[in-house]
């Protein structure tokens, strides 16, 4: 299999919706509904910053993916011509969108211009959706939207972002998403307010997310059939960890999976400002500066690749090599992103739930 390396690019911070747990409120970013921002990278930046990724992933050997987010990347003018470049070179590309500005005539466009697949949010049922994203229209939109993609061939990921108000929706939001035609359906850990840290009413703590991932399995079984239940978040690695490939990786401190932030790609702001990933609000240089330059010398990026360091930080955790827990957290947290993730579970996890690692294309 061909390794990746992606961008996952803000291509602007306009926006239609006022999310609750959005974390460009917490970045004092201005949303609007009429403008794209007086220092949004320009087209001709964008174009470069795609040669870039792509004749980097040509040298190393790996595929490139460009995902293109926001704010609402729809509310984007020229996002058109950014996809009509990205068909040209062949290159993956994924939309994520909160899905209401998705009419069936975008979604024939997108399929057009190369959009095999996109994530749309979903955040609980009707009411609870609505609330969250601040808005009655959000959740009938985004359901429309999804329809609109699925009947034009574009596989849509359903995303829902996992808070203590939500989490008892998920198997609601299942069932809505296989109405809808979605492809995949999963949860999102939600990254707590750097001011409330674990203190954050909407914060799952470990056990919780023990319970959801357990309760999650039973319903990847009993919808197997209808939509692929994604087990890929980052901490699902302490219930499927045991096997030799990972054994290995354990013996040898191999990079396997697991958080990609230093390892596999960057999060590009609006403005070009480059984050290890969009929930880790710590700038590590411009994209100009240069992709591969970025990954290889920046020296935030070299301690998220550091077992060792991470290592004495995590009671010596036999499970770096293939997870690190969410460095997004650990970072809103404590304050130190080389912390451990006060959301793993790993005590809570008894032999039974060890099971083979479920993949689903």
Known sequence: ????????????????????????????????????????????DVILMINDLNETAKRWS??????????????????YSILEYTKNLKMEVRI??????????K????????????????DGNKKRHNLIRGQPFAY???????????????????????LKSNIQDFEDVIINSIKAGAKYVGTKSYVPNPLLGVNDPEFLDCEDLYLLYKKTRDLEQKYSK?????????????????????????????????????????SVLSDGTVY???RLPLPIGNIKEGFANLMLNNPILKD?????????????????????????????????????????YKELVTPKDIQPRVIRR
């Open 107 to 122: 979604a024939r466009d997108f399929y057009e211009l190369g959009i095999r697949r996109l994530q749309i949010s979903l």
């Open 140 to 162: 009938d939109l985004a359901i429309q939207g999804i329809k609109n993609c699925a009947i034009n061939n574009i596989e849509v990921t359903v995303s829902m972002t996992a």
């Open 226 to 266: 209808k939509i692929n239940v994604l087990q890929t978040e980052v901490l699902w690695h302490l219930m499927q960890w045991d096997t030799k490939i990972k054994k290995e990786a354990r013996e040898k401190d191999l990079f396997l999976s697991g958080c990609g932030a230093g390892f596999s790609g960057l």
């Open 1 to 44: 299999m061909v390794r990746k390396i992606f961008i996952q690019w803000d291509s602007t911070n306009d926006c239609n919706l006022r999310c609750s747990h959005c974390y460009h409120n917490r970045e004092g970013e201005e949303h609007s509904s009429h403008k794209q921002g007086l220092n949004a990278m320009s087209l001709e």
């Open 62 to 79: 790996m595929k490139p993916r460009f995902q293109i987010s926001g704010g609402e990347p729809l509310m984007r003018k020229d996002l």
């Open 276 to 278: 290890p990933c969009r």
């Open 96 to 105: 994520l969108t909160n899905g209401t500005l998705i009419t069936e005539e």
């Open 304 to 344: 998220l690749r550091d077992f060792e360091k991470m290592r004495a930080k995590m009671d010596n955790c036999q499970h770096i090599p293939y997870c690190r827990g969410c460095r997004a957290i650990a970072y809103a947290t404590t304050g130190d992103y080389m912390a451990k993730d006060p959301m793993c």
